[in-house]
Structures are given as C-alpha cells and as structure tokens.
C-alpha cells in the first residue's frame, strides 16, 4: 500500500523558516522530519511512498537529489514529478515527488497525484509534520475489520495550558503539569479506500472538509485510537522539544513492537 504524505503547507508559524524551505523539510538533529516520518513506515515494512509537494518544493527535491545523491537511484526526472529509489544504511524505500501546486487544498493535492500516477487502490495518508509511533499495521487492520471508507488516527494532544479544576466559582486547584489532554483530535494517519477519493471533485478542495464531511453522512469513517506518542510540528517551539528528545535519544516517536 503506497504512503502519501502531504508536503506542501507554508509553515507560516515557522516564521521565517517557513519562508525558505518546506515545512517537513525542517531539521529534527540532523535529519529533516520527513525522513523520520518516511523512516518509521519503513521500520513497519512499508516501502513505497509519494511525496505530495508544494510551497518551497524545490527545497525536498534538493534534499534528495543533491545531498543524498549517493544513495539514489533516480527513475524519472521532471519538474513536476521525480522518481527514485532510496537505499542508506537499512533504510531501502521507493518515493514519487509530485509537484501538486503551491496553492491548491489538501485534498487536490491527494487528487492531482492519485491521478498523475494512475492509480485504483486504497492507500495510506499522513502529513509532512507530524511524529507519532502509531501501529500501521494495526491501524490498517482495524480499517477493513470495519468496512470502512476512511479511517483516522485519533490521538490526545499534550495540554498546551495549565488546567483550572473551578467549583461554583471556586478554584479547587491548578494542574500545571500540562499532561494529555482528554478529547481526541484528528493525528492524522489515514487509511482512504479507492472509492473515496473519487469524491474529491475538485484541486481546492481540504480533505478535512467536503470529503470528510461526505464520509460522515454515510456513516462510513472509523477512527483508530492511539494512546502512544503523538506531537506536531507546528511552530518552532515544537522543533526546539522535538530536538531536545532527540539529543536526549529520546525518540518517542520510533516505532517499536516490543
């Protein structure tokens, strides 16, 4: 089952990072997150992706292309759509790079390289920033026991914010401790059967919306629960956690079944 992975937001929390390379382009220790995101797929036995680019797409290609060159063995070569084969170390993993438009939404990017490739098969989906060691294989599972069209993984944030425990105007304590939080949001990590994209009609569109949506009504979207790591890097006080668990070799994110 191929793995898309979305590319091609602007990181406008990056500040000006965001302005100079793509957002899964920015550096967790040494390595991008894209890679560990493409990394902990592989440790579970997925070996083929697709890389949905956009804003800053140049800067992903130039990772590989250039400062990997070494470890690639290219297939196809255009501006919109470059092809490979990645081997360094034990990681081994084939990957499309499709150009879907700097300004289109995230389900048009899904469309655009679904169609580009020519594919009919269910695939799997994530972001380009976020680290979680979610079971893919579990995840997948839990999809076709199911029947489902779409299923998502449902994580619980860390709370970014210390909790007031307040009876009748009271302030019984306050919990700075900022642990997970008890509701569930969207972690991303989709599984997207075949008929479901279809629905996708138009480039604009955000796969988080109409698609959704259309899902819902039919009572057809599942969600996977994961109690395991989970973090998005959305701003750069995230990258400075993510990397200080990093140099900590503290990588909660590594998948690992034991």
Known sequence: MKIFILCGGFGTRLDQLGKIIAKPMVRIGKKPILLHIIENFCIQGFDEFVLCTGHKSQTIRNYFLKENKK???VKKNKFNHLSFAFKKNKINFNSDIIFTGNNNGTGGRIKIAYDKLKLNEDILMTYGDGLSNVDIKKLI?????NS???TLTAVRPKQKYGVLKIKKNKILYFDNSKQKSDIYINGGFFVISKKKIKYIKNNNVYWEQEPLEKVLKKKSMHAFKHNG???SLDTLKDQHELNQQFKKNKLLWKFNDK
Not at 141 to 145: G, I, N, R, T
């Open 229 to 231: 790591f989970w973090q």
């Open 148 to 150: 489902s069209m779409v």
């Open 141 to 145: 599972k839990f999809h076709y026991k």
């Open 71 to 73: 470890f690639l063995k």
